[in-house]
Each structure stands twice: as C-alpha cells, then as structure tokens.
C-alpha cells in the first residue's frame, strides 16, 4: 500500500510539474507572429510578463496581457503589419477591423473599441496594465490591433523607449 501511494503522489508531482511548466513557457505569439508586425525583425524575444484576467474558463474566454521584450532594435513600418488573418480568424474587413501601426495616443473611436479592457478595474489593478494606459497616452509609441468583433480582439502596443510589446488578447468575457 505504501508503495502505491508513494508512486501515486511522485506521479501527481510530476504532472503537476510539467502543468506549471507549461504554463509559464506558454507563448501565444511565434517567431512567425513577431514578423508579421515587424517584417524585418529576426531578434530573439523574451516573454517577461503575462496575466490571465480571468482564470480558467469552460466557454474558451479570453482575457489576458503578455509583455514581451524584443532583444535587438525594431522599426517600425506604419505599412505593416498586414493582416490576413489572426488566431485562426479571417479578417473579412481589413480596413474597419484591423490596422497598421498607428503613433498613440489612440483616437477617440479606436479608443472606444477597447473600452472595455481599457477602463477594466482588474486592468488598472494590474502593475502593467496601469502601464499598458501610460504608454497608450504617450506619443513616442505605436499600437495596432485586430478587431474581430466587441467580444473578440487583439490589441498590440509597442513602447519604443524600453524596446516592449505589450499584446492583449479578449475574446469572450
């Protein structure tokens, strides 16, 4: 018997290990990703922050912040990134839900898109997603976005200063 609960709890430590492993390498954004919105980047990136607004959920919502670190310069094209489609969704529209580079701050009609996550209290709780406001104000930085529709979006901001990508995603919620 003891040899059976000793092999039970060594196997539920390992699955728990390889659980939480999982979780923090856990990437949305590839290789392929990063050179859609930057075509001439082949740097490497680090993922220095995520957060799941939402926790686990049974109806595949999505509320959650990334910040990645880009190791080399980038530069920026206000002609990219050009969208085809996103997280397995088509843009149908490209004008009306998606955009290129854009310098922030974000327009008042663009700003009402993502509203909801912008004004959000477990946002503004957050340490960068205070920052993720800030950043979206000053005028030295770039944002871009797709938008499937008001329960689905993908929001990119780039913070020229510190060489940072924060990337939003919201779907469901």
Same mark, same amino acid.
């Given at each position: 018997m003891k040899k059976v609960t000793f092999i039970f709890i060594l196997l539920m430590g390992i699955l728990g290990g390889i659980i939480y492993y999982n979780e923090k390498t856990?990437?949305?954004? $590839?290789?392929t990703d990063f050179q859609k919105l930057f075509? /001439?980047?082949?740097?490497?990136?680090d993922k220095i922050y995520d957060k799941d607004f939402i926790g686990f959920s049974f109806h595949n919502e999505l509320f959650e912040l990334y910040l990645y670190k880009m190791m080399e310069n980038v530069s920026i094209n206000e002609n990219y990134p050009k969208f085809e489609e996103w997280e397995?969704?088509?843009?149908?529209n490209k004008k009306e839900n998606s955009?290129?580079?854009?310098?922030?701050?974000?327009?008042? $009609?663009?700003?009402?898109?993502?509203?909801?996550?912008? /004004?959000?209290?477990v946002f503004k709780e957050d340490m960068y997603g205070k920052n993720f406001?800030?950043?979206?104000?000053?005028?030295n930085n770039y944002y871009t976005y797709?938008?499937?529709?008001?329960?689905?979006?993908y929001l990119f901001l780039f913070n020229k200063d510190k060489e940072e990508l924060y990337y939003i995603r919201k779907k469901g919620w």
């Open positions: 856990y990437s949305p954004l $590839k290789a075509p /001439n980047y082949r740097g490497n990136v397995k969704n088509e843009i149908i955009s290129t580079w854009k310098k922030c701050p974000m327009d008042i $009609k663009e700003r009402e898109k993502f509203k909801d996550i912008i /004004n959000s209290d406001n800030a950043i979206l104000n000053d005028s797709v938008y499937i529709n008001e329960l689905e979006y």
